[in-house]
C-alpha cells in the first residue's frame, strides 16, 4: 500500500483498490458492509507517512507526491435514478406518508423527514439509541418504536422530540393508534397502552408467552400477534383481553382486518379466518408451500406474501384464492394497495421481495404490469398514498414509483 486512503467508515485501504471496488458498483465498506454515507476518498496522512518513513528506512522508492486527476469520482448516485432516496446507512424498517412528507425508520437508529415532491430529505430525526423498527402516526404526532426499547414521541410541525415512554424491556416492533390510545406491541412479549393526551401509561397487557409482532384494530378491539402462535383481542376501552385466538402452529407475523374479519398469517404456511363479532375462526386458508410474511387487504380481496415467493388473491366474500401472483424468484416481504393501474384512478397490488425488486399488479387481470428496478437489496416495506409507492430497502434507500 502506497496511497491510503479512508472512506465513510474510517477504514482504510490502498486508494487503486478502493477505486476499483467502488468502480464496480459497490456502494458498501468491504470490511463491515456498512453502507458508505459518501463515497469521498480521504488521505490518511498518519499512515502514509509511516509508509514513507519505513520505505526511507529501507531503501524503497515511493512517490513523493499522488496524482490524483485521473482517478474517477464517484458521487453516491452514479447508479442510481433520481427516484431512489439516499441517506440511511442500513436497513429501513417502516415507511409512513403524512401530506407531502414521508417519513423513514432504520437500523442507523435515525428517522428521515422526506419532502415528496422535491424528493429531499429535510430532517433526520435522531434520539433513539438502537435501530429504529416501527412508526405510527396520529393527529400531529409521530410515534417511533425502537430496538432500545423506548418509544419517541415527535411533533409534526416542530418536528421535535415531545417525550420518550418507556417501560417495555425489549424492542418496540408494532405501533397502532386507537380511540386516543398508543398501543406498542414489544418482543418482551406485553402490549402497552399509553394515553394520547398526557402520553402516560394506562395499562400493561399480558399473556403472550413470546415476543409481540404485530397489531391490528377492528370492531372496538385490538389484535396482538405473537410468536407464541396466539393472537390475542383487546378491548379498547376497557382494556379487558376477550380472547386468545388458538390454533396456528407457527409464529403469527402478519395481521389485516376487513370490515368482517381479522386475517392472521403465520409460520405454518396458513392463513387463519376470524370472524370479528364471534371472535371464531371460520376458515384456515392453505396453499402456500412456506411462511406468510405479509398480509394486505383492499376492497373485494386480501393478498398473502409468503416465502415461497407467491402472492395469493383470496375473495373476502368466499374466502377461497382466486389466484396465484408468481413472478417473484425470491421470498415476497411487503405488500400494498395503493392506485396505478393501466386505467385511471383503477387499483394495483404492490409486491417487494427479496430479489430486490417492486411488482406492480393490476387488481383488475391480476397481471404484473410493472417491474421496478432500482434497489441493491431486498424491498423490506412498502407504503401507498395519492398515486406514489414508497418502498424501503435493506440497502438504506427509499424508493419512488
Known amino acids: ?115 415528496i415532491d422535491s424528493r429531499r430529505c429535510e430532517h433526520v430525526l435522531e434520539d433513539h439509541t438502537r435501530p429504529v423498527l416501527s412508526l405510527a402516526i396520529s393527529g400531529n404526532r409521530l410515534y417511533s418504536g425502537s430496538y432500545d426499547f423506548t418509544i419517541k414521541v415527535w411533533d409534526l410541525n416542530t418536528l421535535s422530540r415531545v417525550k420518550t415512554l418507556t417501560g417495555h424491556t425489549d424492542a418496540v416492533r408494532a405501533l397502532s393508534v386507537s380511540d386516543g ?22 395499562e400493561i397487557l399480558k399473556g403472550h408467552n413470546g415476543p409481540v409482532r404485530t397489531l391490528v384494530n377492528c370492531g372496538g378491539c385490538m389484535f396482538s400477534g405473537s410468536y407464541d402462535k396466539t393472537v390475542r383481542v383487546w378491548d379498547v376501552q376497557t382494556l379487558e383481553c ?80 382466486v389466484k396465484v401472483l408468481e413472478g417473484h424468484s425470491e421470498a415476497v416481504l411487503a405488500l400494498a394497495v395503493g392506485e396505478g393501474g393501466p386505467q385511471p384512478h383503477s387499483k394495483v397490488l404492490v409486491s417487494g421481495s427479496y430479489d430486490t425488486t417492486v411488482r406492480f399488479w393490476d387488481l383488475n387481470t391480476f397481471r404484473c404490469v410493472r417491474k421496478c428496478d432500482g434497489h441493491f437489496d431486498a424491498v423490506r416495506v412498502l407504503a401507498a398514498h395519492n398515486g406514489h409507492v414508497f418502498s424501503g430497502s435493506y440497502d438504506g434507500t427509499i424508493g419512488v414509483w
Request: hydrophobic share 40%.
Open 1 to 115: 500500500m502506497s496511497d491510503p486512503v479512508m472512506v465513510a467508515t474510517g477504514h482504510t485501504y490502498d486508494r487503486q483498490c478502493i477505486a476499483k471496488w467502488l468502480a464496480q458498483g459497490n456502494r458498501t465498506c468491504p470490511v463491515t458492509g456498512m453502507r458508505l454515507r459518501h463515497l469521498e476518498l480521504v488521505p490518511n496522512h498518519a499512515l502514509r507517512n509511516a509508509i514513507q518513513e519505513w520505505a526511507t528506512a529501507h531503501g524503497i522508492s515511493l512517490p513523493n507526491h499522488y496524482d490524483t486527476t485521473n482517478q474517477p469520482t464517484f458521487k453516491l448516485d452514479d447508479h442510481h435514478p433520481k427516484n431512489i432516496l439516499q441517506g440511511h446507512e442500513e436497513i429501513v424498517w417502516a415507511v409512513e406518508v403524512y401530506g407531502s412528507r414521508l417519513f423513514s425508520a432504520s437500523a442507523d437508529k435515525t428517522i428521515r423527514v422526506w419532502d
Open 242 to 321: 376477550k380472547a386468545a385466538l388458538t390454533g396456528h402452529t407457527g409464529a403469527v407475523r402478519a395481521l389485516v382486518a376487513s370490515p368482517e374479519y381479522v386475517f392472521s398469517g403465520s409460520d405454518d404456511t396458513t392463513i387463519k379466518v376470524w370472524d370479528v363479532r364471534t371472535l371464531k375462526c371460520v376458515r384456515t386458508l392453505e396453499g402456500h408451500e412456506d411462511n406468510v410474511r405479509v398480509l394486505a387487504v383492499g376492497d373485494t380481496h386480501m393478498f398473502s406474501g409468503s416465502w415461497d415467493k407467491t402472492i395469493r388473491v383470496w375473495d373476502l366474500r368466499a374466502l377461497e384464492c
Open 181 to 202: 390510545r398508543l398501543f406498542s406491541g414489544s418482543y418482551d412479549g406485553t402490549v402497552r397502552v399509553w394515553d394520547e393526551a398526557n402520553l402516560h401509561c394506562l
